[in-house]
């Protein structure tokens, strides 16, 4: 297969591995090996592979009905909003589909700035993000994304919005030290704002924990709230991405649960579906929907918009984890994992911070504990330790750039919910081999 073109472009990370079928957390390639799926694909199988009712409910759904103009209802549509209705913070009930996470997250700033045009507010035609971040794959996700490697190649294209940096203790960009501090990461976007003047911002945009570019990276308690109150008094819509974090990720349904914070809109994907096909969404304030409802406001449709099967499965995922108590596994599950993390690898020499919650976990790693001086970039270190992992039979999820210019390596560990005792056990003492030889090689 040295010579097939497998991939659109296959950049430099090898020959793919083939996988030919899946069960729970567990994968199964072409060649016979047997691996631990502990990124869940990207950040995406919840409830686990290979589900036999999901199965029949495709089949049944397809059957029976399989398109209809996003404009029309169908029954598996209703039967969804009435479900994530229970499932997302009070007065975020207004919902509206997409085929994945990019397309979710540039629905959430259209809805933004046409929330803003409705009201009068032209000139708000921008969004604050975070200079760690990563958004979507298409150019408005991207132009809110911090990520400088995805970014680099469109650059000059992608939309010119300024950027903060995250509650990020590890490396705090202020020097300081939390709770001794005056929450600087928060006070960052009160400064912007005042810079860039308040009525040319619409919308302030964030992962609760960073995610892919980060490798898990939660804030303290006080920063969401503090963030939530700057943006209600400037009248800046917050947009909370929950593509990563949403449906149990963490422990809780939505990681702002953490902090008792209700965002203006919070987007979804991944885990709505648990990968088993193509969906996102954004979850919206009625207050805000309404002032465009009263205005006859239109908001135009994907072609997969509500897609009939994917809104079934959708609500299948849903009543599944709550048949089995997926999220609150998560959070048990998780806290096991975390303790046997910490045990093996929270003093070795190449860890450098442990973190998460739930079943979001990254460790970052670094050449030098004392200093926290990141690998060389061109070691890839991430990757490497991807690479070792795989071949001890477990995969995990490489995030890097943390440090900036220079480099910042982490992996993520991010199991499907459905996992026990067992995988976390497989799962620390493969990484801590995975460590000690990385460590090894080093000296």
């Known amino acids: 297969m040295a010579d097939r073109q497998v991939l659109f472009l296959r950049g430099a990370n090898g020959e793919p591995l083939q996988i030919v079928r899946a069960e729970g957390a567990w994968l199964f390639t072409r060649d016979g090996r047997k691996l631990l799926d502990a990124s869940s694909g990207a950040i995406v199988v919840n409830v686990g592979q290979g589900r036999p009712e999901l199965a029949e409910l495709a089949r049944e759904q397809v059957s029976s009905l399989n398109y209809v103009l996003p404009i029309w209802l169908s029954l598996a549509r209703e039967r969804l909003v009435e479900h994530l209705a229970q499932w997302t913070p009070p007065g975020l009930d207004r919902f509206f589909f997409t085929s994945g996470g990019s397309e979710a997250v540039e629905s959430a700033l259209k809805f933004a700035f046409l929330y803003h045009r409705i009201r009068g507010n032209t000139t708000r035609t921008r969004v604050i993000s975070r200079q760690l971040s990563y958004h979507g794959n298409t150019l ?9 490697a995805r970014r680099a190649d469109f650059e000059h294209v992608l939309f010119d919005w300024p950027k903060i940096p995250p509650s990020y203790c590890y490396r705090c960009p202020w020097g300081r030290t939390w709770p001794g501090c005056d929450l600087d990461c928060a006070q960052a976007l009160e400064t912007a704002i005042a810079r860039e003047g308040a009525d040319t911002i619409a919308a302030f ?13 939660a804030p303290v308690a006080e920063y969401w709230p503090r963030l939530a109150e700057i943006c209600r008094r400037h009248d800046i819509v917050l947009i909370a991405d929950e593509v990563m974090t949403g449906f149990g990720r ?7 649960e953490h902090w008792g914070v209700v965002p203006d809109i919070i987007v979804g994907g991944k885990g709505l579906t648990g990968g088993y096909v193509p969906m996102g969404m954004i979850a919206v304030s009625r207050r805000l929907t309404e002032v465009c409802e009263r205005a006859g406001a239109d908001f135009m449709f994907f072609t ?6 994917a809104c079934a499965i959708a609500d299948r995922v849903l009543e599944i984890m709550e048949r089995e108590h997926l999220v609150e596994h998560a959070a048990q599950i998780g806290a096991r994992l975390g303790e046997r993390l910490r045990a093996e690898l929270g003093d070795h ?3 450098g911070e442990l973190r998460g919650a739930g079943l979001f976990w990254g460790i970052e790693v670094v050449a030098d504990r004392a200093t926290r001086q990141p690998f060389a970039p061109k070691l890839q270190m991430a990757r490497h330790l991807m690479r070792a992992a795989i071949e001890l039979g477990l995969a995990v999820y490489p995030a890097a750039g943390m440090a900036g210019e220079q480099g910042g390596d982490a992996i993520m ?14 799962i620390a003492a493969t990484l801590r081999r995975c460590f000690d030889a990385a460590a090894r090689n080093l000296s």
Do not use: C, Q, W
């Open 140 to 148: 408005g996700a991207l132009s809110v994304s911090g990520n400088r």
């Open 205 to 217: 945009i964030a992962e609760p924990m960073v995610g892919a570019s980060g490798g898990v990276i």
């Open 250 to 256: 963490t422990g809780k349904r939505f990681a702002v």
């Open 304 to 309: 997969y918009t509500a897609h009939l099967l």
């Open 349 to 351: 020499p190449i860890t």
């Open 413 to 426: 560990i991010a199991p499907p919910f459905v996992i026990g005792d067992a995988e976390v056990e497989f």
